[in-house]
Structure formats: C-alpha cells, structure tokens
T-cell receptor
Framework: GENVEQHPSTLSVQEGDSAVIKCTYSDSASNYFPWYKQELGKGPQLIIDIRSNVGEKKDQRIAVTLNKTAKHFSLHITETQPEDSAVYFCAASISASYGKLTFGQGTILTVHP | NAGVMQNPRHLVRRRGQEARLRCSPMKGHSHVYWYRQLPEEGLKFMVYLQKENIIDESGMPKERFSAEFPKEGPSILRIQQVVRGDSAAYFC??????????FGPGTRLTVL
C-alpha cells in the first residue's frame, strides 16, 4: 500500500520567514495530494491540494509543488505569521473521489514573533 | 451550514466496556471516513462508508471494531471490549463524491 514520509518533524521559524515541508510517497498510482493544518484540540483543515496533472498551485501565502517523477511534493508558506503555528500533515490518495487518504507523520511548525 | 459533527467530544471507558462514536456528515455529503490518530502521530485510515454500504474497511482492526452509516442518522464507529491501546483521537470526515474531505473535531477516547 501507499506510504507517505514527511520531513521535518518540527520546524521553527521567525515571523516573516518562509517555511518548507516536504513529503515523499511510494505509490505511483497516487494522484491527489492534500495538505491539512491541525490546531490543538481540533480536526484537520484542508489548506491546499494538488492533483497530478498540475506541477504547482498557489493560494496567497501558501503554495504546493509536485514532482511526480521523483514522487515528492512540498508545502511552501511565505511571510509566516504566529497564527500559522500548528501541525501540518501531507496526504496522498489515488483519487480525490476515492476517500482513503494516507497521511504523513506531521510537522509541528512554530512561528516566533 | 454546519460542519461535520462528532459526539461525544471526550469519552472515558474502562477496559472491557463498549465505546460508540457518532459522526454526522455535512449537509449534502454522502461519504464518510473514519481515521484514528494516536498521540503525536499522523492520522490512519480506518474505514470508508457510503449510505448503508461499507466501501473500504482495509484499515479496521479485524476484531472488536465495526462501523455503519445507516440510511437515516449518523455514522457510528463501535469499539467493543475496549483496551488501553484503543485510547486515541478518532476523526470522522465527510465528502461529496468528488471533492475534499472535511473533518470533524474528533472524539478523544480514553480507556482506563
């Protein structure tokens, strides 16, 4: 089955700096890659996703890149703010319409004011 | 438009008791998924259901765990004869056929 590896496990940045989180996946059939933000005591919230027919997607300060050949994808957050502090999870699925998501282990992002 | 609702938010059970976790999907969503999150770990897929059908239960433990999504009412994740290792946060998500999964706030199960 699919295996998703996520790095780093913790990331500490200063406010205004950029943050990058990287994930690799094993199943070449995967073609849907969402990113979730989880705040303490809450459920994960989708922040951005990308499908395999796209190499990059951007939404304001957040961007995701996908390299299908190398089977890795990354989350980029620019101009970080303290409210970006949370746990971020990457995930992979064979399809956006088939629900089984395989999650990475998570990255604890801390943004220092 | 209410989001995914889960109850109870916190559940304490003694070893050997039964735990029932409920999930009401978002309005218009007919697909429900259950995930388990152990402390400081990522979410692990358990089961994927549509109304009255189990589509994929490949992540469900073979014994003591069951799930249903009846024609009427919420989806239920049932854990019989709980053990300490069942202590975790259980998240439900829902979606339409094509689209993102929206997660509920989770049920935190503690087994004493």
């Amino acid at each position: 089955g699919e295996n998703v590896e996520q790095h780093p496990s913790t990331l500490s940045v200063q406010e205004g700096d950029s943050a990058v989180i990287k994930c690799t996946y094993s199943d070449s059939a995967s073609n849907y890659f969402p990113w979730y933000k989880q705040e303490l005591g809450k459920g994960p919230q989708l922040i951005i996703d990308i499908r395999s027919n796209v190499g990059e997607k951007k939404d304001q300060r957040i961007a995701v890149t996908l390299n299908k050949t190398a089977k890795h994808f990354s989350l980029h957050i620019t101009e970080t703010q303290p409210e970006d502090s949370a746990v971020y999870f990457c995930a992979a699925s064979i399809s956006a319409s088939y629900g089984k998501l395989t999650f990475g282990q998570g990255t604890i992002l801390t943004v220092h004011p | 438009n209410a989001g995914v609702m889960q109850n109870p938010r916190h559940l304490v059970r003694r070893r050997g008791q039964e735990a029932r976790l409920r999930c009401s999907p978002m309005k218009g969503h007919s697909h429900v998924y259950w995930y388990r999150q152990l402390p400081e770990e990522g979410l692990k897929f358990m089961v994927y259901l549509q109304k009255e059908n189990i589509i994929d239960e490949s992540g469900m433990p073979k014994e003591r765990f069951s799930a249903e999504f009846p024609k009427e009412g919420p989806s239920i994740l049932r854990i019989q004869q709980v053990v300490r290792g069942d202590s975790a946060a259980y998240f439900c998500a829902s979606s339409k056929l094509e689209g993102e999964q929206f997660f509920g706030p989770g049920t935190r199960l503690t087994v004493l």
